[in-house]
């Protein structure tokens, strides 16, 4: 499985940004998917994820009501909309697809990752 991530680019603070994530194969339209970003120095951390099928979204506290994590049904794209932007959303984020139909928040749960696209956050 390949992803293909796009949409990050640099946006000022209370900005919005929308990234998409796209699998190569129909096989991770039976998994779930999930967002991660890493800053530098330090380690990958959980953004968000959402099931299979499109539904139990889950996030992390500091992107809650911010974020809006989406796909169809059995679909192998997955969207992040980032709205009202914080310097501190500075990172590299990276799509996976999980081993499981439904992910949360380990990555240990997820087994094929994009490769990253930048989200600068100016203040």
């Known amino acids: 499985v390949q992803l293909q991530a796009s949409g990050g680019g640099l946006v000022q603070a209370g900005g919005s940004l929308r990234l998409s994530c796209a699998a190569s194969?129909?096989?991770?339209?039976?998994?779930?998917m999930g967002w991660f970003r890493q800053s530098p120095g330090k380690e990958r951390e959980f953004v968000a994820s959402?099931?299979?099928?499109?539904?139990?979204?889950v996030y992390a506290d500091d992107v809650q009501g911010r974020f809006a994590i989406s796909r169809t049904k059995g679909s192998s794209t997955v969207y992040l909309q980032m709205n009202s932007l914080k310097p501190e959303d500075t990172a590299v984020y990276y799509c996976?697809?999980?081993?499981?139909?439904?992910?949360?928040?380990?990555?240990?749960?997820?087994?094929?990752w994009g490769q990253g696209t930048l989200v600068t956050v100016s203040s």
């Open positions: 996976a697809v999980s081993r499981f139909a439904y992910s949360g928040r380990s990555l240990s749960n997820y087994n094929y």
């Open positions: 194969r129909r096989t991770s339209s039976n998994n779930g």
């Open positions: 959402i099931g299979w099928d499109g539904d139990r979204a």
